[in-house]
């Protein structure tokens, strides 16, 4: 599986920025997907997740309630829509997949990812 992030860019405080990923190489609607990022300096963190088959998705604290995720099997697509950024959400942001996951702390788990982009960068300014 391929993936390929898009999207981000240089936004002021209280902006929306729309995330993608586009996958290929192998069946998207069978994959769940999930979004990470990693500041300057820090590791790797969670931030949103989505199942297979829709049913099931979910948010670190810090981003619940601002960030929706979703996703286009037709475009074997998924998205991350950032609302009222935050300097704090300045970061790469990475698109991940995997084939088995299930639970919160599954998907909150960089370990349990096999494919990765290669990031696109958000950086908010005040």
């Known amino acids: 599986v391929q993936l390929v992030e898009s999207g981000g860019r240089l936004v002021q405080t209280r902006g929306s920025l729309r995330l993608s990923c586009a996958a290929s190489g192998r069946t998207f609607i069978n994959l769940n997907m999930a979004w990470f990022r990693q500041a300057p300096g820090k590791e790797r963190e969670f931030v949103s997740g989505?199942?297979?088959?829709?049913?099931?998705?979910y948010y670190a604290p810090a981003v619940k309630g601002r960030f929706t995720i979703s996703r286009d099997n037709a475009k074997n697509t998924v998205y991350l829509q950032m609302n009222s950024l935050k300097v704090e959400d300045t970061a790469v942001y990475y698109c991940?997949?995997?084939?088995?996951?299930?639970?919160?702390?599954?998907?909150?788990?960089?370990?349990?990812?096999?494919?990765w982009g290669q990031g696109t960068r958000v950086t908010v300014s005040s």
């Open positions: 989505m199942s297979w088959d829709e049913a099931t998705t």
């Open positions: 991940a997949a995997n084939y088995h996951c299930s639970g919160g702390a599954c998907y909150e788990d960089v370990k349990r990812y096999d494919y």
